[in-house]
Nanobody, 119 residues
Framework: QVQLVESGGGLVQAGGSLRLSCAAS????????????MGWFRQAPGKQREWVAY???????NYTNSVKGRFTISRDNAKNTLYLEMNSLRPEDTAVYYC?????????WGQGTQVTVSS
C-alpha cells in the first residue's frame, strides 16, 4: 500500500521553480515521518536513484552539491508534510523525485513526481 505520496512536479523552463510536497498516507507513517530524518531523492532516465537533500526532525538540512543554493528542503511536522522548494532549475534536474526516510527508517518507494526542465 502507498505510504508516501509525492506531488507538485511538472514541466518548467530552465530557470523556473517548482515546489514538491510529500505526505504520508497512513497514521503510523505520519508519526514516523515527524520523528525521523526525511529526504528527497531523484532518478533520472537511465540513471540510479540518488539522494538530493535531507532534513532532521529538528530542522537541520544537508544537500547534494549539485543543488546547494538552489533547492530548499523543509518540513511541517504539524501537517506531517515534507517539501522541496526548487529554484533556478536546470535541464539536468529532470527526474522523478521521491521522498523517503533518510536515516535508519525507510518505507517502500512511492510513485514519485515527475520534474521536467526544458532548455
Amino acid at each position: 500500500q502507498v505510504q508516501l505520496v509525492e506531488s507538485g512536479g511538472g514541466l518548467v523552463q530552465a530557470g523556473g521553480s517548482l515546489r514538491l510536497s510529500c505526505a504520508a498516507s497512513r497514521t503510523i507513517v505520519r508519526t514516523i515521518v515527524s520523528i525521523t530524518n526525511m529526504g528527497w531523492f531523484r532518478q533520472a532516465p537511465g540513471k540510479q536513484r540518488e539522494w538530493v537533500a535531507y532534513i532532521t526532525p529538528g530542522g537541520n538540512t544537508n544537500y547534494t552539491n549539485s543543488v546547494k543554493g538552489r533547492f530548499t528542503i523543509s518540513r511541517d511536522n504539524a501537517k506531517n508534510t515534507l517539501y522541496l522548494e526548487m529554484n533556478s532549475l536546470r535541464p539536468e534536474d529532470t527526474a522523478v523525485y521521491y521522498c523517503n526516510g533518510a536515516g535508519t527508517w525507510q518505507t517502500g518507494w512511492g510513485q514519485g513526481t515527475q520534474v521536467t526542465v526544458s532548455s
